[in-house]
């Protein structure tokens, strides 16, 4: 599979509506078609962007929603993309949080949350994911994490392990938090060598425990190795994009040989006598 080092990737942020799958997918429709004209090759859609935490509506409204992911898996075959977010699925005993990534109309794979955010009750609604999802595509290799996942960098390094350039982060992360989204994005980016592209959605939503108004202040980034940010959203709906090259993973990976320098030995019995 030939692979050009030099991509165009985006993060498309919107204020999603709950329950309202139909206008969703007009709004996903829309940005990634505006990507594709753009020239991006990579889209990254945020975290349950169908439908956003519907609470008990979720079963019935899990067929329309898978309708919705049959629509942007289309699509992606239509514009020539690659294209990632996550929606509700049904797993072994319940529903889960599922990201998926299609490449030019095919499905390569999916990814149901591992970490559930149990303060607004995530846990009470979801079944928790049990693995990790790293995909070999034409644009190189794309590693799926949801959300709260970047609060565990034990787990994303199991990523940086399998030689993931990309990592793509669908998110609902609220304002109040923002600041903790965009310091832990550009980590995992510097700690794992690789690029990182966290689509976070906009708007003001209330809280399925609480009823309180939540504000997400869409702050989707595309962020280098290094840990520069490329490109920041703000609270507006849009196309995030920026050109990455993936030549920089291998460079630093050079440069700071962290692979070889890590200490297994070390780590595999500081977590027998802590765990």
């Known amino acids: 599979m030939s692979k050009e080092s030099q991509i165009?990737?985006?993060?498309?942020?919107?204020?999603?509506?709950?329950?309202?799958?139909?206008?969703?997918?007009?709004?996903?429709?829309?940005?990634?078609?505006?990507?594709?004209?753009?020239?991006?090759?990579?889209?990254v859609l945020p975290e349950m962007w169908a439908s956003s935490f519907s609470g008990e509506e979720a079963e019935r409204l899990?067929?329309?929603?898978?309708?919705?992911?049959?629509?942007?898996?289309k699509l992606s075959g239509e514009l020539q993309l690659c294209i990632a977010g996550s929606n509700y699925a049904e797993g072994q005993t319940g529903?889960?949080?599922?990201?998926?990534?299609?490449?030019?109309?095919?499905?390569?794979?999916?990814?149901?949350?591992?970490?559930?955010?149990?303060?607004?009750?995530?846990?009470?609604?979801?079944?928790?994911?049990?693995?990790?999802?790293i995909f070999e595509t034409s644009l190189?290799?794309?590693?799926?994490?949801?959300?709260?996942?970047l609060r565990?960098?034990?787990?994303?390094r199991t990523f940086f392990l399998a030689g993931c350039e990309i990592l793509v982060v669908p998110a609902q992360w609220p304002e109040a938090r923002a600041r903790h989204f965009r310091i832990l994005a550009k980590a995992r980016a510097v700690e794992n060598q690789c690029f990182v592209v966290a689509t976070n959605r906009c708007g003001v939503e209330p809280s399925i425990l609480t009823g309180q108004d939540i504000l997400f202040s869409g702050n989707s980034m595309v962020i280098e190795p290094t840990g520069e940010v490329l490109v920041q959203g703000g609270g507006e709906a849009g196309v995030l994009s920026a050109e990455i090259d993936l030549k920089d993973c291998k460079i630093l990976r050079r440069a700071i040989p962290v692979t070889k320098?890590?200490?297994?030995?070390?780590?595999r019995r500081l977590w027998e006598q802590y765990w």
Do not use: M, T
Not at 140 to 149: E, H, T, V
């Open 261 to 267: 320098d890590r200490r297994n030995e070390v780590y």
């Open 95 to 133: 529903l889960v949080n599922r990201a998926r990534l299609y490449e030019k109309g095919v499905l390569l794979g999916h990814y149901d949350k591992v970490h559930l955010f149990s303060p607004l009750g995530e846990d009470r609604f979801f079944e928790a994911g049990s693995g990790a999802a």
């Open 8 to 43: 165009k990737v985006a993060a498309l942020q919107w204020d999603i509506q709950r329950g309202k799958v139909s206008h969703n997918l007009d709004q996903a429709k829309d940005l990634l078609e505006e990507a594709a004209e753009d020239g991006c090759h990579l889209c």
């Open 62 to 73: 899990l067929p329309e929603v898978l309708e919705a992911e049959a629509a942007v898996q």
């Open 140 to 149: 190189g290799k794309i590693g799926l994490a949801i959300c709260y996942d």
């Open 152 to 156: 565990f960098p034990e787990y994303i």
